[in-house]
T-cell receptor
Framework: GAVVSQHPSRVICKSGTSVKIECRSL??????MFWYRQFPKQSLMLMAT?????????EQGVEKDKFLINHASLTLSTLTVTSAHPEDSSFYIC??????????FGNGTRLTVT | AQSVTQLGSHVSVSEGALVLLRCNYS??????LFWYVQYPNQGLQLLLK??????LVKGINGFEAEFKKSETSFHLTKPSAHMSDAAEYFC????????????FGTGTRLTIIP
């Protein structure tokens, strides 16, 4: 079946550095990808929607300059957390859909900023 | 705007007992409804989805859910709980099956008592 691969699964970085998270659709073309953030024991909050070849649409309250999203191909979207701070520590999850496929989720990335 | 409400952030049932996780939705258009399961430090796995076909939807792992328009509900059930069912469960709503963003409920943590 369709699979979405998210990498890395865990990352620890120092405050002030940037971190890039990749989301790949492995056997289908993902015209739309979504990035979610999940705080401990809470639900998923949508951060942004990215469509291949166009700028991402950010949800209200999400800093587009801090969370850079690129969806340059039909199989890859990236989320870059720029100048990370400890409050950016969270679980980030991507999902992808396209070609009549329902949304498939990656396994998430645990980001810890020290 | 669409929303879902999950009643009960924590549910505990004995192994072999009935599992009932509640979800009520609000939508101005005919909704598409989903149940997802999340195991620790993992992404979301689709259990089942309602897309305006049969009101009783059967999913994976023995789960099913019934869409009741009069009650605006989409409760998740399983006749007999297994230890492996212990996880976080999320109800979600969308106004489009496939590429549209999902709005998630706050989640219900299911604990199985041996």
């Amino acid at each position: 079946g369709a699979v979405v691969s998210q990498h890395p699964s865990r990352v620890i970085c120092k405050s002030g550095t940037s971190v890039k998270i990749e989301c790949r659709s492995l056997d289908f073309q993902a015209t739309t990808m979504f990035w979610y953030r999940q705080f401990p024991k809470q639900s998923l909050m949508l951060m942004a929607t990215s469509n291949e070849g166009s700028k991402a649409t950010y949800e209200q309250g999400v800093e587009k300059d801090k969370f850079l999203i690129n969806h340059a191909s039909l199989t890859l979207s990236t989320l870059t957390v720029t100048s990370a701070h400890p409050e950016d520590s969270s679980f980030y999850i991507c999902s992808a859909g396209g070609q009549g496929e329902p949304l498939h989720f990656g396994n998430g990335t645990r980001l810890t900023v020290t | 705007a669409q929303s879902v409400t999950q009643l009960g952030s924590h549910v505990s049932v004995s192994e072999g007992a009935l599992v009932l996780l509640r979800c009520n939705y609000s939508s101005s258009v005919p909704p598409y409804l989903f149940w997802y399961v999340q195991y620790p430090n993992q992404g979301l796995q689709l259990l089942l989805k309602y897309t305006s076909a049969a009101t009783l939807v059967k999913g994976i792992n023995g789960f099913e859910a019934e869409f009741k328009k009069s009650e605006t509900s989409f409760h998740l059930t399983k006749p007999s709980a297994h230890m492996s069912d212990a996880a976080e469960y999320f109800c979600a709503v969308s106004d489009n099956f496939g590429n549209e963003k999902l709005t998630f409920g706050t989640g219900t943590r299911l604990t199985i008592i041996p």
